[in-house]
């Protein structure tokens, strides 16, 4: 079993910055892909990013490119998703999943995080 806690929430004013970390433990793929999603009050969960462990590729959803940053650090099995120029529309609580296929819908991915707040002030 995969177990995945994120962490590196809170609040921020418009315009700063956080960094979101996945640490991920238990029975994992040698290579996966871990993936960024989010989740406003009334609306789906999207995807934001997604990460290949064993190539280090990137893939970034459209409305985070030159903001958001997805990065995996291999040797503590730990992810990460530095988000600066942060804006009120980017309230939501943010997830982390891995799987092994190539996806950006949440059915593609099976382990889940139980996720973080991210709420930004305007």
């Known amino acids: 079993q995969v177990q995945l806690v994120e962490s590196g929430g809170g609040l921020v004013q418009t315009g700063g910055s956080l960094r979101l970390s996945c640490a991920v433990s238990?029975?994992?793929?040698?290579?996966?892909?871990m993936a960024w999603f989010r989740q406003a009050p009334g609306k789906e969960r999207e995807f934001i990013a997604r990460i290949a462990t064993s190539s280090g590729v990137t893939y970034y959803t459209d409305f985070v490119k030159g903001r958001f940053t997805i990065s995996m650090d291999n040797a503590s099995n730990t992810g990460y998703l530095q988000m600066n120029n942060l804006k009120p529309e980017d309230t939501a609580v943010y997830y982390c999943a891995t799987t092994a296929l190539v996806s950006t819908t949440p059915a593609g991915y099976p382990n889940w995080g139980r996720g973080t707040q991210v709420t930004v002030s305007s």
């Open positions: 238990g029975r994992t793929w040698s290579s996966y892909r």
